[in-house]
């Protein structure tokens, strides 16, 4: 046996709240709307569609970035490598190092194009080498090379007078390059014993072959050395002295 309900019809206006009506009484219920209502097709914002190949493809060097062509594959094979770009050339370090090599004829034509990049590297193979030995004189050995260059450039100008034109720049470069004896001196005392004295015999060589060599280029370099000759190897030898002095104690 089925039993019947009355559901009063609802209608539903244009306002949007429904009106039930239920006999003679009207009730209305107010039905909650959407706070922000659906936007129109005719919005100022353009629908972008996701479809896959819906969007144009472009070649490589064909678009721009930040309003400028985007460089192809041939503008990067015209750009300089990226250690002539730093200012190291390894050739030019190279042929720096071999000819401190030769105690007895330096060439000093390969140094008048100073440069750091060499004394740099020379100055990280002394400071390994101490560390291999047990001393840790990163700092020390940095600042004894600022503070030899500084003083070596005072002393030559000071001899030399108005005719010197030795700069800083091309002091310190010869200075690291002729620091080579010290850091072979360095590696040989790895397998000296520590109580000889082989290793004084073998520090006073090589303190002669970097006085040598230092003395030499300073007077070829730069004007107004070579009468002074003797002073200024006096001073390299003072600056090799103490480097040694780090190596042997």
Known sequence: MTKEFNVPPVIFPSGGNPIVTGGANMQQRRVPTAPFPPRTSNSGIPFMSFEIGSAPTASYGSGTIGGGPVPSAANFEEEQPLLDEL???????????????????????????????????????????????????????????????????????????????????????????????????????LFLPQNGGIRFVLSGVFVIWATRACTNLMVAVARG???????????????????SLLVIF
């Not at 600022?146 to 700069?167: E, H, K, Q, T």
């Not at 050395?225 to 480097?243: D, K, P, S, V």
């Open 87 to 189: 200012g190291i050339h390894p050739d030019q370090i190279w042929r720096k190092t071999k000819s401190i090599l030769n105690p007895f004829r330096v060439n000093s034509d390969v140094h008048k194009d100073s440069d750091l990049s060499g004394p740099m590297f020379l100055y990280i193979l002394l400071c390994i080498f101490q560390l291999l030995a047990g001393k840790i004189q990163f700092g020390v050995i940095l600042g004894w090379i600022v503070v030899s260059s500084i003083f070596l450039y005072v002393v030559f100008n000071m001899l030399a007078g108005r005719n010197g034109n030795l700069d800083l720049h091309t002091c310190t470069s010869v200075v690291g390059y002729c620091l080579l004896p010290v850091v072979m001196l360095s590696a040989i005392s």
């Open 225 to 243: 050395g070579e009468e002074h000759r003797g002073l200024i190897a006096y001073a390299c030898f003072l600056i090799y002295t103490l480097f």
